[in-house]
């Protein structure tokens, strides 16, 4: 026998080493990105765990071999051609230091790259990683909904911690993030409820409730807006696309019987007189910071004056500095002043794409579609409440916009299951 160089020795140790860490990697990427997903829901301080999370599943996945998929990669594009505009638009700041826009634009740079990860994660095994995903993410959902409920009501110790203004807010800065954060895993336990059976539906249906209370107490409009147009949507879509003509007996009686379970929770809650004070408030489509030419909707206007004179745009965190100091809230407007026209019409072009593709693939029918659907159905009213509010830095918009993307690149891969949900 040989005995090997001491060089020869070295050489055959890398090639294992390397494979060893490989193989690692690959084993726990599952497990990061689920506490990535799980991270996502505390957002108390900045940065806050979901980045650093990212990171370590970033680095994983790199070790790991993460496979790009040949059809997410209109997301990398609409990434390289919104960096130079973000960065450019910087240094047009007049009331603030370039460096802290340039951290603002970076923040959402790298949120647009968690989007591209998250579609390529998806792509490579739907089925399993979709589920992966979900499991974390109606985790922290429903740890966020329970914490939001019991602090409102006053039961949990030191509850002014979770909560602003009166409004439950769990583990975020703002009422109005929280709610609309529960949107997704809410869409996903309905479609469980209506299509699974026995078990799997009851615990769902469960879910979906303490979800919905916990959506209720944050009152936020848009939030509950959001979550009675995506359930319609993922009601309609099982409806006419997954269910068969016995099904949607079936479902029909669920449907009546979820309203009515819906309704009584809901009469239970107003019965409380702070609460039904707070739900009158807030249920008024148009309040005083709404309307007139400084409101909310007016802003809008002013918004979109000064990005048709600033092509290149003001950068962030200047907007109230000038003649307004309250937020445009409206993301279409906002990405356009802040970014510039370029940067404005690469998240235009994102938003318009993913929609597109969202909806073109959802009408072709394939074992996916049960996982494309509470997904969709979350993404079309997250757009539409973009324009009465700011969703710029939402980890969570960002997130679904690449689901949307990792579920259609794997659209109508082969597979054994007729329906497997998520």
């Keep these: 026998m040989t005995a090997a160089l001491p060089g020869q020795l070295g050489l055959d140790r890398r090639p294992l080493g390397q494979a060893w860490a490989g193989e690692t990697a690959r ?47 209109p997301l990398l594009f609409i990434v390289l051609a919104f960096t130079p505009f973000a960065l450019i638009s910087t240094f047009f700041m007049r009331y603030q230091p370039v460096l802290d826009g340039l951290i603002f634009n970076l923040v959402t740079i790298f949120l647009l790259i968690t989007s591209y990860f998250a579609a390529n994660f998806v792509a490579q095994s739907p089925f399993a990683h979709m589920r992966l995903i979900a499991k974390a993410y109606i985790a922290i959902a429903l740890i966020t909904s329970v914490v939001g409920v019991l602090a409102y009501v006053g039961i949990l110790p030191g509850e002014d911690v979770f909560l602003r203004f009166g409004r439950a807010k769990a583990f975020f800065n703002d009422p109005n993030v929280y709610g609309p954060f529960l949107i997704l895993p809410a869409a996903i336990v309905l479609q469980r409820t209506l299509l699974g059976t026995g078990r799997t539906a009851l615990w769902a249906g469960l879910a979906y409730l303490v979800i919905f209370v916990g959506v209720f107490v944050s009152f936020s409009r848009g939030a509950w807006g959001h979550l009675a147009a995506s359930s319609l949507l993922v009601f309609a879509m099982v409806f006419f696309l997954e269910a068969t003509a016995r099904e949607k007996v079936r479902l029909l009686l669920v449907a009546i019987g979820g309203v009515m379970v819906l309704a009584a929770a809901m009469a239970v809650l107003l019965s409380i007189p702070v609460v039904a004070e707070l739900f009158t408030h807030r249920f008024t489509l148009t309040q005083s910071y709404d309307t007139g030419e400084l409101g909310r909707f007016g802003r809008i206007w002013y918004t979109l004056d000064l990005a048709l004179n600033n092509p290149w745009g003001i950068g962030p965190l200047e907007y109230g500095y000038l003649r307004i100091s309250e937020q445009p809230h409206n993301t279409y407007a906002n990405v356009l002043l802040t970014y510039g026209w370029g940067g404005g019409l690469a998240y235009y072009v994102l938003v318009g794409w993913t929609l597109l593709v969202g909806g073109k693939t959802l009408l072709r029918p394939s074992p996916h579609r049960t996982l494309l659907i509470p997904v969709f159905a979350t993404f079309v009213p997250m757009i539409m409440l973009s324009g009465i509010i700011d969703t710029d830095h939402w980890r969570h918009w960002f997130l679904v916009t690449g689901l949307v993307w990792g579920i259609c690149a794997a659209y109508g891969a082969p597979s054994s299951t007729r329906r497997l949900l998520p």
Excluded: C, N, Q
């Design 27 to 73: 084993k726990a990427l599952g497990l990061i990105v689920a506490l990535w997903i799980f991270s996502g829901g505390f957002v108390i301080f900045e940065p806050s765990p979901y980045e650093v999370m990212f990171i370590i599943a970033f680095a994983v996945a790199l070790m790991g071999g993460l496979k790009l998929h040949r059809d997410t990669l």
